[in-house]
C-alpha cells in the first residue's frame, strides 16, 4: 500500500515556507491506518515491549493503537502543565525559545523494555527530549518509531547515534 499518497502536504502551514505533512488523511483511511499499525506491531510484536509511549498529540492516536495490538500500555508524554499526577520534564530549544516536555514518575519501572512513538521527525528535537525522560526513569529504550521521517532535517541521523531509529516513509524537503 503506498501510505504516502495517503498523506497530504499542506504548504505554508503553521508558517511560510513549511510543508506541513498532514497524518489525518492517513487515519481517516480505514485501511491506511490500520496498515501503518500492521506493519509496526510486525517489527515490535516478539520484542517483550511493556510500554509504547506516544508524544503529544499525533503519537497518542499511533501510540494507543500499537499498545494495543501488542498487548502492551500506553504511557503519555505531554506538553508542559497537563499531566495530573506527579511528572518529571526536560526542556528542548525550538528553533526560537524553549518548549518542555512532561512524563509521569511513575508511568515507566526501571528496564521496562518500550517504544517511543511520534508521527514524525523532523530536527529530531522533541524525540529526543522523550528519550531523555524515558531514560531518566530508567527505560529500556527499545527503538523509536516514526510514520515519517524528513531526512533533510538530519534529526534522524542525530537521534540515532543514542537510539535505534525506524520511519515507514520519507519526504524530501522540509
Ligand atoms: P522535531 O522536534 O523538529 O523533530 O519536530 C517533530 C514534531 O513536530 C512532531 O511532533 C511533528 O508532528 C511536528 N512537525 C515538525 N515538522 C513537521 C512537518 N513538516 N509536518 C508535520 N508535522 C511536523
Redesign the pocket.
Known sequence: MDLKALIRTIPDHPKPG??????TTLLADGPGFREVITRLAARYQDAGIAKVAG?EA??FILGGALADRLGAGFVPIRKSGKLPGATIGHDYELEYGVDRVEIHRDAVSPGERVVLI???????????AGLVLLRRLEAEVVEAAFV?D?PE?G?RRRLETTCPTFCLIAFEG?
Open positions: 513549511i510543508l506541513f505533512r498532514d497524518i508524544i499525533r503519537g511520534d508521527d514524525l521527525i523532523a530536527t529530531g528535537g522533541t524525540a529526543e515519517i524528513l532535517l534529526g522540509h
